[in-house]
């Protein structure tokens, strides 16, 4: 058995002098390394970079505005690429520039984002107006008188005589299959509690003065579901975008067939889980078509007015609409089959306003 080195022998002392030497070199390995941690720690950290502003084909700022209670429309069509509704992330929107709105791709347009250019606003036209901050604001008039708070426009639409029975719908097999094979009607005549009508436009006709009223931010959406359109009767501003969606697990279309001034007709295609169609009109037209022509008897009628101030009727013929400013003004209350009424209402800066309406039933 061998023995071990004894204290200061000639083998031992090496051993001493390597541990030495191994401590020494830990010692200055872990100052440096605490030195580079400190410079770190002291050196000023450089700010993050600022996000890009934004160029063509993406979003431009609006004033803010507010869209009537009943009008669940809006967004200018200045907006890109808006934001998607819970759960549907499967879904791809088209960007939407500041000069143009998308109309599938007709002549003209843009085939990788579905966009057509529509005109500018001219130099000579009226001055802006717009709805912010719960207000009216009104330009070129004394501050005092230029702003009115927003008040609510209500009534009701009844319905007088009896309407002709609605007729069943000529569905497919696919679209039965959807339905569960509950054939549906037309809705001609939806008429609710105490003979309410539903489905009538009502609208400010006349006594408006001469401005641009700049459109709501919110689009309206229009959903084909069950193999209809829905809404069937809606509202929106020149200027406004308005999006169609294909919610069922079917091929639908697109079919829009204006019939005033330069607003333009246009058709596209939209299988399951297709983009948003996305696309506005710069002319007022009352009652403007949309159709689905792959399901014929799909239909919904979108008017378009250069101001805020309209509503559709409820299920029971109730009205909710914004009011316009102070002043008098010719409304007007349209229905497809039951034909239209006028009156005159004076709106007092403060007040709500209440009207009524009868229309009668037409074969």
Not at 38 to 65: D, F, S, W, Y
Not at 113 to 135: C, F, M, Q, W, Y
Not at 285 to 294: A, G, I, N, Q, S
Request: glycine share 8%; hydrophobic share 40%; with cysteine.
């Amino acid at each position: 058995m061998k023995s071990q080195p004894k204290p200061g022998s000639a083998v031992a002392e090496p051993l001493w002098v390597i541990a030495a030497g191994l401590f020494v070199i830990a010692g200055i390995l872990g100052y440096n390394g605490y030195r580079d941690l400190q410079r770190r720690a002291e050196e000023p950290v450089a700010p993050p970079r600022a996000t890009p502003p934004a160029v063509a084909g993406r979003a431009v700022k609006l004033p803010a505005t507010i869209s009537p209670p009943t009008n669940d429309t809006a967004a200018a069509t200045n907006i890109a690429k808006p934001t998607q509704p819970a759960g549907r992330t499967n879904r791809t929107t088209s960007p939407v520039r500041s000069d143009a709105v998308s109309l599938g791709a007709p002549a003209g347009t843009n085939a990788a984002t579905n966009v057509i250019s529509v005109p500018k606003a001219r130099s000579d036209e009226p001055p802006l107006a717009r709805i912010e901050h719960g207000h009216l604001i009104l330009p070129g008039e004394i501050r005092g008188r230029s702003e009115f708070p927003i008040r609510g426009l209500t009534g009701v639409v009844r319905l007088r005589g009896t309407p002709p029975p609605e007729k069943l719908l000529p569905i497919d097999p696919t679209c039965s299959a959807i339905l569960d094979r509950k054939i549906p009607h037309t809705r001609f005549y939806l008429v609710g509690a105490d003979a309410g009508l539903a489905d009538v436009f009502v609208y400010i006709r006349s006594g408006l003065k001469a401005l641009r009223w700049a459109p709501p931010y919110q689009p309206l959406l229009i959903n084909q579901v069950g193999c209809d359109f829905q809404p069937y009767i809606a509202g929106a501003q020149t200027g406004q975008t308005i999006r169609v969606r294909n919610s069922d697990p079917i091929l639908h279309n697109v079919h829009a067939t204006p019939v005033v001034g330069s607003n333009q007709e246009f058709n596209v295609a939209q299988p399951h889980r297709s983009a948003d169609a996305i696309f506005g009109w710069q002319v007022p037209e009352l009652f403007l078509r949309l159709k689905c022509d792959v399901h014929p008897w799909m239909f919904a009628y979108v008017s378009v007015l250069d101001h805020p101030f309209f509503g559709v009727t409820d299920a029971n013929g109730n009205l909710r609409m914004l009011a316009p400013p102070p002043g008098r003004y010719e409304i007007e209350a349209i229905h497809r089959k039951a034909g239209s009424a006028v009156q005159t209402i004076d709106v007092e800066a403060g007040k709500d306003v209440a009207v009524q309406f009868t229309l009668d039933a037409r074969p």
